[in-house]
C-alpha cells in the first residue's frame, strides 16, 4: 500500500482565507484512505499530510487529496482547444489544463461569487477565463466539458450524472468529463443512445 507522509498540489500554496460563503481550510489526513483505483492504488495511508479544502457555508465542497489531484491530471490530457468547466471548486482542474499544451482557451463558469473572488487571485490567468453564472444557462461553443458539480456519493448520484451526461452531448462535443463517474461507460452511451427517450425515463 502506498504511504504519503508529504503531499503537495498547487493549492497547497493557498492561503488560509474565508470571503463571504467561501473559506479556503486545512485539513489532516491521516491513516487508510480509498484511492479508488488512480494511479494503480485502490487505498493509500496518509501520515498527517495537510490538504486544503474549499468549505461553502461550512460544507466541504472540494479537497486537493490524492485520488482528487490525479483525477484532475487524468482528466486533463483527454482536452484540447476550448474547454468549459463546470464549478471552479479548489481551481484544480485549471491548474492541469493549463499545464495540457493542447488546451488553448478555460472558460470556467461558477454560481457562486464569493468562490471566484476568493480563488481567482491563485490560478493562472493564462488561457483563463472565469464568468459567474449558471451553467445549465450556458451555451457558447466549446471543444470539450469538465463538469464537476455533483457533490456527495457518487453512487447515489449516478443516475443525476447520467442525466448530466446525455444533456451535455446533445450540445457540446466530446471530450464531455464528469468528475468522480464512470466516463468510459457514459462516453459509450454518448456514441449510441443520445436521445430523448434517456431524459424522458
Known sequence: MLTLSTWKTPA??????????????????????????????????????????????????????????????????????????????????????????????????EKERDVIDLLFPHLPHEKLVVEHGDFWDWDEPADGVFFDLLVGDGHARRFEALRAYVHLVQKFPRP???????????????????DEELLRS
Request: aromatic share 12%.
Open 176 to 194: 464531455i468529463r464528469i468528475h468522480g463517474f464512470d466516463n468510459e461507460y457514459f462516453d459509450s452511451l454518448g456514441r449510441n443512445i443520445c
Open 12 to 109: 497547497t500554496a493557498y492561503p488560509e482565507a474565508k470571503l463571504g460563503k467561501a473559506e479556503i481550510k486545512t485539513l489532516r489526513y491521516r491513516g487508510i484512505h480509498r484511492a479508488y483505483g488512480l494511479q494503480g492504488h485502490q487505498f493509500y495511508r496518509a501520515r498527517n499530510l495537510p490538504i486544503r479544502s474549499l468549505a461553502i457555508e461550512d460544507e466541504t465542497w472540494m479537497v486537493d487529496d490524492p485520488p482528487h489531484w490525479w483525477a484532475m491530471e487524468d482528466h486533463a490530457r483527454f482536452y484540447r482547444g476550448h474547454v468549459l468547466v463546470a464549478g471552479l471548486g479548489l481551481g484544480l482542474i485549471v491548474h492541469t489544463l493549463h499545464q495540457n499544451s493542447k488546451v488553448t482557451r478555460i472558460t470556467v463558469v
